[in-house]
């Protein structure tokens, strides 16, 4: 289960409607003038051709650098003069210079008008120490014990993807983890987590009414930490039991993908203030290794059972929680959206369905690895033979 639902989304005034690619290109290929110029009197370096997508994982230079967006706290607030910064806060928003000593924030950038000179900003370049393989360690969690009253199909998912070997059953490695041993098919059962701090069961959210999964995953993350066997393996993928993924589409997507020495993750859903959303999680292996071996400190300096803006969005569950504890531990992030097309993520909708939160999407010609959410088997299956093809 995921807590994306509680995730707030960015207010800062829309510049126009726009597909999940389109205008974002324009304002990629403007940061990469930007990165080009700021490095034009130290180094001479080669730019890769921007990709069509809205994110920082396209702005790469050849020279060992990458792009990473630093922490939410330490960028630009959507409406603040982004140019000290060189970096916006929110998920999707990039910082464009629109006049002398200005910078804004923004989705995408038009120039001329209200928008000024629409200079593109260097971004925060890291040295890349590795470009992983492909090799990835995939893990769901199933919850017998939802809190609600409202019947869970997510065995009967894991158990439907079982035995077609499809979503993480088709990894390299993969663990399902659960509170409880149930079966998967072909003598493969959950590996049960204990809750030993007796935080499984202290908070529900707010609309679902299912208890926050903050304090079982903590278990799931040492368990997986104690077992090893993400160690042998370039990339910690965590996918909900309903969201329709593809392994092979995400190593495609990930093929060219650098990794600096403090490791990266890859935020989901963009014009939000956090956008690492729980349907599908992308580690690098050591932004896993630094999240689990901190799990203590993040797990007391994090006020995670209050949650971000003193609570107003309640507490925080496992996705955010990961992604805030990174953030404190200085793993860098990047933008990547076009790994899911999630019903949960408002950006992913459709025209007139934004603000439905219980849009789902359709599946046919859709290519992104990850599809999100069928929460019953009938729909699940239906999905899975539409997008297999696209």
């Known amino acids: 289960m995921s807590d994306s639902d509680t995730l707030l989304t960015v207010d800062a005034g829309r510049q126009g409607p726009f597909g999940r690619y389109g205008k974002i290109a324009a304002m990629t290929s403007a940061l990469l003038m930007a990165v080009v110029a700021a490095a034009a009197t130290s180094t001479m370096i080669t730019i890769r051709a921007a990709l069509p997508r809205g994110d920082e994982h396209s702005i790469t230079g050849l020279d060992q650098m990458i792009v990473v967006k630093p922490a939410y706290e330490n ?3 959507a409406k603040d003069n982004c140019l000290i910064k060189r970096c916006c806060a929110p998920a999707g928003y990039n910082c464009f210079k629109t006049s002398p000593g200005t910078g804004k924030c923004m989705r995408a950038c038009t ?3 209200l928008n000024g000179t629409c200079e ?3 971004p925060h370049m890291k040295q890349a120490v590795e470009q992983p393989g492909g090799s990835l360690f995939c893990f769901s969690v199933y919850t017998e014990n939802t809190g609600s009253s409202k019947t869970s199909h997510e065995l009967e998912l894991l158990q439907l993807q079982h035995k077609s070997s499809a979503s993480l059953f088709s990894c390299a490695e993969w663990a399902v983890y659960s509170d409880v041993v149930a079966p998967l098919g072909g003598g493969d059962v959950t590996i049960k987590v204990d809750d030993v701090k007796g935080d499984f069961h202290l ?3 707010k609309e679902a009414k299912t ?3 903050t304090g079982m995953f903590v278990q799931v993350w040492t368990a997986i930490h104690n077992a090893g066997h993400y160690k042998n393996h370039n990339w910690v993928i965590k996918v909900d039991a309903d969201a329709v993924f593809f392994p092979y589409k995400l190593v495609n997507v990930l093929r060219d993908v650098a990794v600096p020495a403090q490791g990266i993750y890859l935020e989901n859903c963009k014009f939000v203030d956090w956008g690492y959303f729980g349907n599908l999680e992308v580690f690098s292996k050591q932004a896993f290794e630094t999240l689990v071996t901190n799990l203590d400190r ?4 994090l006020p995670w059972k ?3 803006h003193g609570g ?3 507490p925080m569950g496992e996705d955010l929680f990961a992604q805030k504890c990174m953030d404190l531990l200085e793993v860098g992030r990047q933008e990547n959206f076009g790994l899911t097309t999630d019903g949960a993520c408002e950006a992913d909708r459709p025209e007139g369905q934004t603000k439905n939160k219980k849009y789902v999407p359709t599946c046919a010609g859709v290519s992104t690895p990850s599809i999100h959410p069928f929460k019953k088997p009938e729909a699940y299956e239906q999905c899975l033979q539409e997008a297999v093809a696209a």
Request: aromatic share 12%; net charge positive.
């Open 75 to 77: 960028c630009a607030q």
């Open 111 to 113: 120039p001329g008008g």
């Open 120 to 122: 593109g900003v260097a």
């Open 203 to 205: 908070m529900k959210r």
């Open 211 to 213: 208890w926050i999964n």
């Open 298 to 301: 993040c797990y007391s300096e």
């Open 306 to 308: 209050v949650g971000v």
């Open 312 to 314: 107003k969005y309640g």
